[in-house]
């Protein structure tokens, strides 16, 4: 298939490297700032544009994977080339572009993708949905060819997907950040923190979270858990976070799940 990708960010990198991977040819790469498109393109060796109007029509597909808010506008640009055309959002329903052209569709990898970070696109996640049948089928096909997970998941079920990704990737992320930054008061190496962040992660791949759930929350270890509030005494917006994480714990215990 001929492939044009619309962006130039992590998405959109990971994705043009995985199409090509999978015997797919990437005509162009879009992006309002031609160095970027360019450094893209030169990797899939497609041709970098920064002007809508310069796409070529030959295209079969247009990958938009830009920010949600763009989403729209873009398709608006894109529908009278009449292709089939995807947007890359967790969290944008797909009557976004199917109400301004029917040939539309999403793919949303489930991932966390950095530029500087290769992942193994065969076993990202892919979430599918389309219009109609045909259509679903199509880009079913289609994300098969760059990934052994594929899924028919609608926009309803993908928002929630989305919501719970943040819950299990972004927000941990920053706890992580929270953590780095007290160990470095005492200038202590994060790296000695390094094997538990992995051995938790590890865990839950072979178990629900709530049956390896470890700390002074789910002991209801009080007098340790007044000595850390203690000691973020100069940190309230922490100790409001220890709290209602420690809260939630206890909760999740005492219920169960």
Do not use: W
């Amino acid at each position: 298939m001929r492939i044009t990708i619309i962006g130039s960010g992590n998405v959109a990198t990971h994705l043009a490297a995985a199409f090509k991977n999978g015997g797919h040819r990437i005509v162009q790469v879009y992006s309002r700032e031609i160095q970027n498109a360019a450094l893209l393109a030169y990797h899939v060796k497609a041709e970098a544009i920064d002007r809508l109007q310069d796409i070529d029509p030959e295209t079969d597909l247009f990958v938009i994977a830009v920010k949600d808010d763009a989403i729209f506008s873009l398709g608006l640009s894109l529908a009278p080339y009449k292709k089939l055309t995807v947007h890359t959002s967790g969290a944008t329903a797909l009557t976004v572009l199917s109400s301004i052209m029917p040939n539309s569709g999403v793919l949303y990898p489930l991932q966390t993708l950095s530029k500087n970070k290769e992942v193994d696109f065969l076993n990202v996640p892919l979430c599918i949905e389309g219009p109609d049948e045909q259509t679903t089928r199509i880009l079913e096909q289609l994300a098969q060819t760059i990934s052994n997970k594929v899924y028919r998941i609608n926009s309803a079920q993908r928002k929630v997907l989305h919501l719970a990704a943040v819950f299990a990737c972004n927000f941990p992320n920053y706890l992580y950040e929270v953590a780095r930054r007290l160990l470095d008061k005492q200038n202590i190496d994060f790296e000695l923190i390094r094997p538990l962040i992995l051995e938790t992660a590890q865990k839950v791949q072979e178990n629900l979270p709530v049956e390896v759930q470890t700390g002074p929350a789910v002991r209801n270890d009080e007098n340790t858990m007044k000595m850390h509030l203690q000691m973020l005494q100069d940190e309230p917006g922490l100790q409001m976070i220890y709290e209602l994480l420690s809260q939630g714990i206890i909760k999740n215990t005492k219920d169960g799940h």
